[in-house]
Every structure is written in C-alpha cells, then in structure tokens.
C-alpha cells in the first residue's frame, strides 16, 4: 500500500498495487493521480543506455562546422561553452554546461542507479535520495532551448558561411527525444513502492 497526494484537491489515498495500464482517480475531484506503465523498467533501461550512447557521441564529435572559402572551424558542444566562458560571458556558459551537460547526464545515471537494482531484485544505498535528486533536477533539463538556438544560428550564419552539421548536432536531437521517452517510461508509483518497501 502506498500514500499519493491528489495535484487538484491534496486529499490523501491509500493506493494498492495496480495491475499495467490502469489509472488511480482522486476520488472528491476525479483527476487521474497516475497511470501505472507497462515494463517501466524494461522501457526506462532501454531508453536511457540508447541516451547515454547518443550523449557520449554529441560530446566528443565536432558539433558543427562552419566554412568559409578555404577556411574552415568546428566547434563541439564542450568547445562552445568554454569559449562563452573565455568571452566572459561566465553566468550563460554556467547555464549551459548544467542544462545540457549535467543535467542530463546525472539524469541518465540516476536512472541506472535505481532502475539496475530493480530489474535485478536487489537493494542499494541512497536510493530514494537519489531518486528524490532525480525529480527535483527534472524540471532543469533545457536540452530543446539550446537545440532552438543551434538552428536559429544555422539560419542566421548561413549567410555568411556554409554550415555543416556535424554527428554530435545530430546525436544531441535524437538524445533529446530518447530522454524525454525514458524519462516518461519511469513509473513513479511502482519506484516509490519498491523502494519503500525495503525499509
């Protein structure tokens, strides 16, 4: 049995386990509490190491690169922020390297801290904090933004130079579908339930 606070009304309900697929209702205000998924774990596991290949790529590999004649440059997502850092502009490079370097990484280990014991049927340390860290940082992962600002770029550069996307620009998009379908594969009710039951 565990305890779910409505998001309309806050009235408090014993919840059961719920069998895939069925959904809890506040049962004063009618609003859906949650919906319970279908193989959270295998789904959230599956999504996050494909993140964690595509984000390996979209740091290491040029992220773009810009021609000019004869002359040519690439920059790289980490290459991007230290030049705004060497531009002085320190508060939006600090922005960036959390919301899009960071963020997502402590997301996707996160993930895999909790959901590996899970799928294996044993217990760790500090994982209800960790994955009370991992709601928190939720909201901060502003990856689309930065996204946005690339492609208004291209379009704005792309008369003073011929732009070439490179692989990382193409792995950071994908990345930023494939964590938004890992993040909503998580299960939270299940989670809290399997995690509190091994108190």
Request: glycine share 6%.
């Amino acid at each position: 049995m565990h305890q779910i606070a409505c998001h309309e009304c806050d009235l408090i309900h014993d919840i059961p386990s719920m069998p895939n697929r069925a959904a809890a209702v506040c049962v004063r205000c009618g609003c859906v509490l949650f919906r319970a998924k279908t193989d959270s774990i295998d789904r959230t596991l599956a999504w996050t190491f494909a993140g964690l290949v595509l984000y390996a790529v979209a740091v290491s590999f040029p992220f773009l690169a810009m021609k000019n004649g004869p002359i040519a440059n690439e920059t790289g997502l980490l290459t991007g922020i230290e030049f705004l850092y060497r531009q002085g502009i320190i508060p939006l490079a600090a922005l960036v390297l959390l919301t899009c370097v960071l963020i997502p990484l402590i997301q996707m280990l996160g993930l895999l801290y909790i959901f590996i014991p899970l799928k294996l049927n044993f217990r760790v340390k500090y994982a209800i904090p960790v994955f009370r860290l991992f709601k928190h940082i939720k909201p901060w992962s502003m990856m689309e933004i930065y996204m946005l600002g690339i492609l208004v770029s291209i379009v704005k550069l792309g008369k003073m130079a011929t732009i070439v996307p490179g692989l990382a620009v193409i792995a950071f998009g994908i990345l930023i579908f494939v964590l938004n379908f890992a993040l909503s594969a998580v299960d939270e009710h299940m989670v809290w339930e399997k995690l509190e039951g091994d108190l």
